[in-house]
C-alpha cells in the first residue's frame, strides 16, 4: 500500500478499530468538506470515522506537527489491523486514508463545510479558535465543538457573526468504536444547523441524542462525578485501585472500571470537566479530588502520556 500501514501499532491500537459500517443514504445538506481541528485521541477518531465511513474528504489540523505526525501514524495502524481482521480491503484502506489531508494552518479551511473542533477542553483556548473559525471558514460552513463540558452557548459567543452555525457534537472515546453521538444546541443554534448536524452524525454510523446546554450535557454530568468519587475513593484509602475497578467492572457490569476509564479519557480532561460542572453549577459535590489535581500537575494525565492510575 502507497502509505505505512507497516509501521509499529501505537499502544492504543490494541482497544481500537476502524470498522465499517455502511454509509447512511441521508442527504448532508451540501457537506462535501469536513475540517478537523485538533489530532489527538478524539480528532483523529474523528476524522477517521468521517473519511472511512462517511466518505467524506477530511482536512486534519494540529499546531503540534509531531501530534499530527503520531494521529496519522496511528489511523495507519489502525486501517492496517481492519485489513487484517477481513474488515476492510486494502483498496478501501487506501481509499480512506487518500480521503485525510493534514495542515497547520487554518486558512486550510477555506474550503471546508463543516469543521469539528476537537482541542483540549480549555475555554479560553476553544473561544479563541471559534472566534478565528468564524473568519476563515466559508460563511456557509457549520462549526461543532466535541467539548465535553464547556457550553456551547459561550463558544457561539466568540464566533462573532455564526452563532447561528455553532453546536455541540460531542463524540465518544474511542470513536470508532463507540456509536453515541450526544448533540447539544447552544442558545442561538438554528433548526436547521440541528438537522444538518444529526444527518452526519447518522452518516458516520451514530446514533444521536439531544441534551439542553448544560454544564456536562447528560453524558458527563453523570459519568464524571462517578468517576471523582472513584479517585476520592482510592485516594481516601478504601480500597485499592484494582479492587474499585474489578468491583465497578464486575459488580455493575461495566466494560472497564472507572479510574482504567479516567486513564483513557485523559486526567487532564476529567480535571477540566469537573471544574467546569464545579464552576458552573456551584455545588460543591462536583469538587474535583486533591488527587486527580495532583497527577495532572504531575503529568500524569493517563494512557496518553504512558502514566495515570495505571503504567501503559
Ligand atoms: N478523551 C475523551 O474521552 C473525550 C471524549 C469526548 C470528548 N472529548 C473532548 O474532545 C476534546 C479533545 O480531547 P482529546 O482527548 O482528544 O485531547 P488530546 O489531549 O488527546 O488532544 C488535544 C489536541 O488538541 C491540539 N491542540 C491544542 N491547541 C491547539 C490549537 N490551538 N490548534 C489546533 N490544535 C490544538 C493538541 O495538539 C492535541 O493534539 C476535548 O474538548 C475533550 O473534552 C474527549
Same mark, same amino acid.
Given at each position: 500500500?502507497?502509505?505505512?500501514?507497516?509501521?509499529?501499532?501505537?499502544?492504543? #491500537?490494541?482497544?481500537?478499530?476502524?470498522?465499517? %459500517?455502511?454509509?447512511?443514504?441521508?442527504?448532508?445538506?451540501?457537506?462535501?468538506?469536513? $475540517?478537523?481541528? $485538533?489530532?489527538?485521541?478524539?480528532?483523529?477518531?474523528?476524522?477517521?470515522?468521517?473519511?472511512?465511513?462517511?466518505?467524506? =474528504?477530511?482536512?486534519?489540523?494540529? *499546531?503540534?506537527?509531531?501530534?499530527?505526525?503520531? /494521529?496519522?501514524?496511528? &489511523?495507519?495502524?489502525?486501517?492496517?489491523?481492519?485489513?487484517?481482521?477481513?474488515?476492510?480491503?486494502?483498496?478501501?484502506?487506501?481509499? *480512506?486514508?487518500?480521503?485525510?489531508?493534514?495542515?497547520?494552518? !487554518?486558512?486550510?479551511?477555506?474550503?471546508?463545510?463543516?469543521?469539528?473542533?476537537?482541542?483540549?477542553?480549555?475555554?479560553?483556548?476553544?473561544?479563541?479558535?471559534?472566534? +478565528?473559525?468564524?473568519?476563515?471558514?466559508?460563511?456557509?460552513?457549520?462549526?461543532?465543538?466535541?467539548?465535553?463540558?464547556?457550553?456551547?452557548? @459561550?463558544?457561539?459567543?466568540?464566533?462573532? /457573526?455564526?452563532?447561528?452555525?455553532?453546536?455541540?457534537?460531542?463524540?465518544?472515546? =474511542?470513536? =470508532?468504536?463507540?456509536?453515541?453521538?450526544?448533540?447539544? =444546541?447552544?442558545?442561538?443554534?438554528?433548526?436547521?444547523?440541528?438537522? *444538518?448536524? @444529526? +444527518?452526519?452524525?447518522?452518516?458516520?454510523? @451514530?446514533?444521536?441524542?439531544?441534551?439542553?446546554?448544560?454544564?456536562?450535557?447528560?453524558?458527563?454530568?453523570?459519568? &464524571?462525578?462517578?468517576?471523582?468519587? #472513584?479517585?476520592?475513593?482510592?485516594?481516601?484509602?478504601?480500597?485499592?485501585?484494582?479492587?474499585?475497578?474489578?468491583?465497578?467492572?464486575? /459488580? *455493575?457490569? !461495566?466494560? !472497564? $472500571?472507572?479510574?482504567?476509564?479516567?486513564? %483513557?479519557? $485523559?486526567?487532564?480532561?476529567?480535571?477540566?470537566? !469537573?471544574?467546569?460542572?464545579?464552576?458552573?453549577?456551584? +455545588?460543591?459535590?462536583?469538587?474535583?479530588?486533591?488527587?486527580?489535581? @495532583?497527577?495532572?500537575?504531575?503529568?500524569?494525565?493517563?494512557?496518553?502520556?504512558?502514566?495515570?492510575?495505571?503504567?501503559?
Amino acid at each position: 500500500m502507497a502509505f505505512a500501514l507497516a509501521r509499529a501499532a501505537s499502544s492504543r #491500537a490494541s482497544h481500537w478499530s476502524v470498522k465499517s %459500517f455502511h454509509s447512511s443514504s441521508t442527504s448532508l445538506h451540501g457537506v462535501k468538506h469536513v $475540517g478537523v481541528l $485538533g489530532a489527538g485521541q478524539m480528532g483523529l477518531g474523528i476524522a477517521l470515522v468521517a473519511a472511512n465511513v462517511s466518505k467524506l =474528504p477530511v482536512l486534519l489540523l494540529d *499546531t503540534n506537527e509531531a501530534q499530527l505526525n503520531k /494521529g496519522m501514524k496511528f &489511523m495507519d495502524s489502525l486501517l492496517k489491523k481492519d485489513i487484517a481482521k477481513g474488515r476492510l480491503t486494502e483498496a478501501q484502506a487506501e481509499e *480512506t486514508r487518500s480521503r485525510v489531508k493534514t495542515t497547520q494552518n !487554518m486558512a486550510d479551511f477555506s474550503n471546508v463545510d463543516f469543521v469539528i473542533e476537537a482541542v483540549s477542553e480549555n475555554p479560553a483556548l476553544k473561544a479563541t479558535l471559534f472566534r +478565528d473559525l468564524a473568519q476563515a471558514t466559508p460563511k456557509h460552513a457549520i462549526l461543532a465543538s466535541n467539548t465535553s463540558s464547556i457550553s456551547i452557548t @459561550k463558544i457561539a459567543a466568540a464566533a462573532k /457573526g455564526r452563532e447561528e452555525q455553532v453546536i455541540g457534537m460531542h463524540f465518544m472515546n =474511542p470513536v =470508532p468504536v463507540m456509536k453515541l453521538v450526544e448533540i447539544i =444546541p447552544g442558545l442561538a443554534t438554528s433548526n436547521e444547523v440541528l438537522r *444538518t448536524t @444529526k +444527518d452526519l452524525a447518522v452518516a458516520m454510523g @451514530k446514533t444521536c441524542t439531544v441534551s439542553q446546554d448544560v454544564p456536562g450535557f447528560v453524558a458527563n454530568r453523570l459519568l &464524571m462525578p462517578y468517576i471523582n468519587e #472513584a479517585i476520592i475513593a482510592y485516594e481516601t484509602g478504601i480500597a485499592t485501585k484494582e479492587d474499585i475497578d474489578t468491583t465497578m467492572k464486575l /459488580g *455493575t457490569n !461495566m466494560p !472497564m $472500571g472507572p479510574l482504567t476509564l479516567a486513564d %483513557f479519557i $485523559g486526567l487532564d480532561t476529567c480535571l477540566a470537566i !469537573m471544574k467546569v460542572l464545579h464552576e458552573q453549577l456551584g +455545588d460543591t459535590k462536583y469538587r474535583p479530588s486533591v488527587l486527580l489535581n @495532583k497527577m495532572v500537575d504531575a503529568g500524569w494525565v493517563g494512557k496518553k502520556s504512558g502514566r495515570g492510575f495505571y503504567v501503559y
